[in-house]
């Protein structure tokens, strides 16, 4: 695979050079080559299943990338878990991929119930050899076989685990090398944990073009003194993360070009990224260019890209998600399957390299959103969206949609026109039900400076603003006010904790 091959080359002409920067022990490049052939030969004398993925356990340790490429080494993909996961999750996750090898590297104990996973420590490798030759590449993971795998939310409670291969990750990482400025031995930083994908934007391409990773960890996280702390050290030109982790940041006035001097470009996924926060951006790093993205974790993380410069920021009131790299096509089909008109919404359909082969041991599951168009893999992502002069436009969920009242509307288009008001910054609409039928909307808002000395009179400016762009029956009926809205380890605004406190 080409982009171990770069990672090995790096490891050989700079073995010196840092691949991770952690707070406690950097991670240099030779290391990195050196201990994960450590972590393959282990695994090798492991004597596992041909195929079998390899759990690897932890939060942003060094170890977690070095198990991570040991894994591909020795011909098995992994599957990334946080600590943030809870232990019911990773059993599920567990006897759902049928792994032989947990490996934790936090050096505190985990244990299952009925479970038969053998469970290894990161010391356990370390002791077991200290040869570290060079391991085969024929050994290695290649082409369709999976790289990585990554669990996400099911609609039946359990886990789904999404497959990428060789050939998938590659088709990523060599566009994001190809069209985005982080080439040249960047520093990077990682906000998003490795069991979510949006840590695939800043992880291989950081290591495929022998950059340097700067973790942004839970603890920092918890503590804005300790981030921004880190954050004035981190010497960081290359950002990656959700809006809502930006959003947080921007929150404090010192989040600007004098924080962060070499900041040279921000990418975001994950979340749709408001107007408003795109412009404090540009106001607060003049120099850094800002770029939104927009992808499954299906289709390997982003397959569209945009600059938002301020042309586009004056000429549209909610962002586009911009092109399909160039080995994607993208379809925007209607109920009856045909393609709509620009200007129409359809379901978004990703077809192409990126398209992952589908769920891991869930054939029918994998059958309804993957198959095959023109010969090539295709994706039924779920997702709404518009074509408007060669942009994309994401519109929401498809299954995001409500009925309220008779009427039919969708909650983030609703959202989308409330965070645009002057005294908002940011909004998440929460339908309220009785008897499994939804009774009304909530707004839960994080207000902007305004002038009114009380909450009705700020919500009645909202509705006044809300009235000239939305019918009545669209407008929530409550509108309560907090100083910040939760947000998932993930780095996503967390909707089941807002839900709760608003239903109570």
């Known amino acids: ?182 080439q040249g031995g960047l520093r990077f930083i990682n906000q998003a944990p490795f069991s979510f994908d949006l840590s695939v934007m800043d992880l291989y391409p950081c290591l495929a073009t022998g950059g340097h990773l700067f973790p942004i960890t839970k603890e ?41 001097p070499e900041i040279m470009v921000f990418l975001f996924c994950g979340e749709i990224l408001p107007v408003q926060i795109a412009r404090q951006l540009k106001e607060r790093f003049p120099k850094a260019k800002v770029y939104n993205t927009y992808g499954p974790t299906e289709a390997t993380v982003a397959i569209t890209f945009v600059e938002i410069t301020k042309e586009i920021l004056n000429v549209y009131p909610t962002l586009p998600v911009g092109r399909a790299k160039k080995d994607i096509q993208l379809l925007l089909l209607n109920e009856d399957g045909h393609e709509v008109s620009e200007g129409e919404k359809g379901e978004i359909i990703i077809v192409g390299p990126s398209v992952s082969k589908g769920y891991l041991g869930q054939p029918e599951l994998t059958e309804k959103s993957f198959y095959t168009f023109d010969g090539k893999p295709a994706y039924r992502t779920g997702d709404e969206g518009e074509m408007v002069e060669d942009l994309l436009f994401y519109k929401g969920r498809i299954d995001f949609q409500i009925k309220l009242h008779g009427y039919r509307m969708e909650l983030e288009e609703i959202e989308q026109h409330i965070a645009n008001s002057q005294y908002v910054k940011t909004a998440v609409v929460i339908p309220v039900s009785k008897g499994g039928k939804i009774e009304y909307l909530t707004a839960a ?31 929530p009926k409550k509108f309560e006010y907090y100083h910040e809205l939760p947000i998932t380890p993930n780095g996503k605004v967390d909707r089941k904790r807002i839900r709760e406190k608003v239903i109570l």
């Open 220 to 260: 920092m996280i918890a503590k804005p003194k300790l981030l921004f702390e880190a954050l004035k050290t981190s010497n960081t030109q290359v950002w990656t993360s959700t809006p809502s982790f930006v959003q947080m940041c921007l929150m404090d006035p010192s989040f600007n070009q004098e924080l962060l």
């Open 1 to 182: 695979m080409r982009m171990l091959l770069k990672i090995k080359d790096f490891a050989f002409t700079q073995p010196e050079a840092k691949a991770f920067i952690s707070p406690n022990h950097p991670l240099t490049y030779g290391e990195l080559w050196r201990k994960s052939n450590q972590v393959a030969r282990y695994i090798f004398s492991q004597n596992i299943s041909t195929g079998s993925p390899i759990m690897i356990y932890g939060h942003m340790e060094p170890e977690m990338i070095i198990s991570f490429l040991g894994s591909v080494k020795s011909g098995h993909a992994y599957i990334p878990v946080d600590l943030s996961i809870p232990l019911e999750r990773i059993e599920k996750i567990s006897k759902a991929s049928q792994s032989e090898i947990f490996i934790n590297v936090t050096g505190n104990p985990l244990e299952f119930q009925n479970s038969t996973i053998q469970m290894i420590t990161f010391d356990e490798i370390k002791t077991f050899s200290t040869d570290s030759d060079e391991i085969d590449p024929a050994d290695w993971v290649s082409e369709d076989e999976n790289f990585y795998i990554i669990y996400t939310s099911g609609s039946t409670g359990n886990p789904k685990g999404v497959q990428i291969s060789v050939n998938n990750l590659q088709s990523f990482v060599d566009w994001m090398v190809e069209d985005f400025p982080i």
């Open 445 to 475: 808002i994080v207000p902007a400076e305004h002038e009114f000395d009380k909450e009705y009179q700020l919500t009645g400016a909202i509705k006044k603003e809300l009235g000239n762009k939305l019918p009545a029956y669209m407008i």
